[in-house]
């Protein structure tokens, strides 16, 4: 699924709706390069304040190692195994390392960092199952580097004064990545117990609370390394059951001789965790065709190199690799469609111009072509055992997965409404497999013009989509469970739309690949 423009939906976009545009320019990949590349160059600052002591040549130093170590060996490594090099990855690995390590000259804590650096790259290839690492390359090779003893991460990112630009940075990532619950869980748990032990040697509630969140790397922990999309479960419970277990592994003190606690030992706990919770690991998909869906959306096909395990309206992600960078980077999700026992795996994308480089892959791929599947997860899904009435309202391509809930069986036997959202009739997507879903189907057309003969023309309320409307059409909305998909901008305004017209169980479909 790819963004697309769609009827408006409320009078004033929300703020959540402008703060989604803004960020649906860049993927997370490149946004947390850019916030991390921003906060070192905050600690510079800080230094020359003298509100840190490291040193403005050590600092440099430190992280020109850093950032040349990581980029150096992780392309070597990806020439060695015949990959593409990921860059913006290697450089997120490089800047996470550079606040884990203390800057410093001293030749041995120099030798320690440098091993860090191309052990991290390492992992990445030696570590991972089915071409994706199992553990976070930054807390792998901090971890491995202290067990040698040439150097011991220190964290140092959880400074006091760093807060100032840390906070918000962790925020925005968290918010663009959907896992502000899932920090919210782990900060909960490691808080509670960390603050417990400070307040048993004497510490008042404030105080102790303030350790825990300005002196500890919490918050550069749950924001940058624990909630790396590529070492998650794919499912939400799974996750937050991950942080609670990592949270609780974090903040209590052990020590097992060579072991003993680290926030990169509990990270990598975790990795395993999440690792072992479900599919992992890359699928080889080789590109079998294309067909127009609309003049501006367009159905890729292909066949897995072995059986794709998913849930109806689960997305995967393809790592589409690409000389010319852009701020979309070269991973992108797309709803998976169809039943999960189909032969082929398909995706309903918007191709209209301007495309992004990791779209003119796929343009440009040719039958018998290859690309790489990263993961597969999402939460878009039915639940289990409720045959309570649904609303399904999507915005532009954002019909493909729910496509893949109507051919899965899903839908059937259960009170449905799908209401689309086109800017033109030949904008609605997927018609003729509607004909046959055997649920209502209704269409909000933005120039007016009829829609399929099939589908339900949406009363005249104009090209935009708010509560009473929607309530005018769906009496009963207040009634259903409410699942929404489309571009972040669409979504948050028809969730909104459907918040004011009584619904009161509203499911999204975000992703963070835009």
């Not at 906070?167 to 748990?189: D, E, H, Q, S």
């Not at 509670?192 to 404030?206: D, K, P, T, V, Y």
Request: a positive charge; one cysteine or more; proline letters at 7%.
């Amino acid at each position: 699924m790819s963004p697309v423009e769609t009827p408006k939906a409320g009078s004033v976009p929300s703020v959540a709706g402008r703060l989604d545009t803004l960020l649906g320019r860049f993927t997370m990949y490149r946004l947390i390069l850019l916030v991390l590349a921003a906060l070192a160059a905050y600690s510079l600052l800080l230094d020359a304040l003298g509100w840190l002591t490291f040193g403005i040549p050590e600092m440099l130093g430190h992280l020109a190692l850093c950032l040349g170590l990581t980029y150096a060996s992780n392309r070597a490594l990806a020439a060695l195994f015949h990959v593409r090099p990921h860059s913006e990855s290697s450089l997120i690995t490089g800047l996470l390392l550079y606040f884990l390590f203390w800057p410093s000259f001293v030749p041995m804590d120099v030798a320690g960092v440098a091993l860090a650096c191309v052990l991290a790259s390492a992992s990445k290839y030696a570590l991972a199952w089915r071409g994706r690492h199992i553990f976070n390359p930054a807390a792998a090779g901090a971890f491995a580097a202290g067990l040698t003893g040439l150097n011991i991460a220190t964290w140092w990112a959880a400074t006091p004064a760093m807060l100032w630009l840390l906070v918000p940075g962790v925020l925005l990532v968290l918010y663009r990545t959907r896992k502000l619950l899932m920090a919210a869980v782990f900060l909960v748990v490691a808080c509670a117990i960390i603050s417990a032990e400070l307040l048993e040697a004497g510490m008042s509630a404030g105080t102790a609370l303030w350790q825990a969140l300005a002196q500890r790397p919490l918050l550069f922990f749950v924001g940058f390394m624990l909630t790396e999309p590529l070492t998650l479960p794919p499912r939400r419970w799974q996750q937050l059951g991950l942080a609670a277990v990592v949270g609780v592994v974090f903040a209590v003190p052990y020590n097992f001789g060579f072991l003993a606690n680290s926030p990169e030992a509990a990270l990598l706990l975790g990795n395993l965790l999440a690792f072992m919770a479900g599919q992992r690991g890359s699928v080889r998909l080789r590109f079998t065709g294309t067909r127009p869906l609309t003049p501006s959306t367009t159905e890729f096909s292909f066949e897995p190199s072995r059986p794709v395990r998913f849930l109806p309206g689960q997305y995967m992600e393809l790592d589409l690799p690409h000389d010319k960078a852009d701020g979309k980077g070269r991973r992108r999700v797309f709803s998976l469609m169809g039943s999960p026992g189909e032969s082929q795996v398909k995706f309903g994308v918007r191709t209209a111009g301007p495309v992004s480089a990791a779209k003119s892959v796929l343009l440009s791929l040719k039958p018998g072509d290859e690309v790489t599947a990263t993961s597969v997860g999402g939460d878009f899904v039915l639940p289990r055992g409720s045959r309570k009435p649904v609303l399904l309202i999507a915005a532009g391509i954002g019909i493909t997965p729910f496509l893949s809930h109507i051919s899965s069986g899903s839908l059937r036997d259960r009170d449905t409404v799908l209401l689309l959202l086109a800017r033109s009739a030949d904008e609605v997507a997927y018609a003729e497999e509607l004909k046959s879903a055997g649920i209502r189907v209704a269409a909000l057309i933005a120039d007016g013009s009829e829609p399929p003969p099939h589908i339900t023309a949406f009363p005249a309320y104009g090209s935009r989509l708010d509560g009473d409307a929607l309530k005018a059409v769906v009496p009963d909305v207040a009634g259903r469970e409410v699942y929404v998909s489309g571009s972040p901008a669409s979504v948050a305004s028809l969730r909104r739309a459907a918040k004011q017209a009584g619904a009161r169980h509203v499911h999204v479909d975000s992703f963070s690949g835009y």
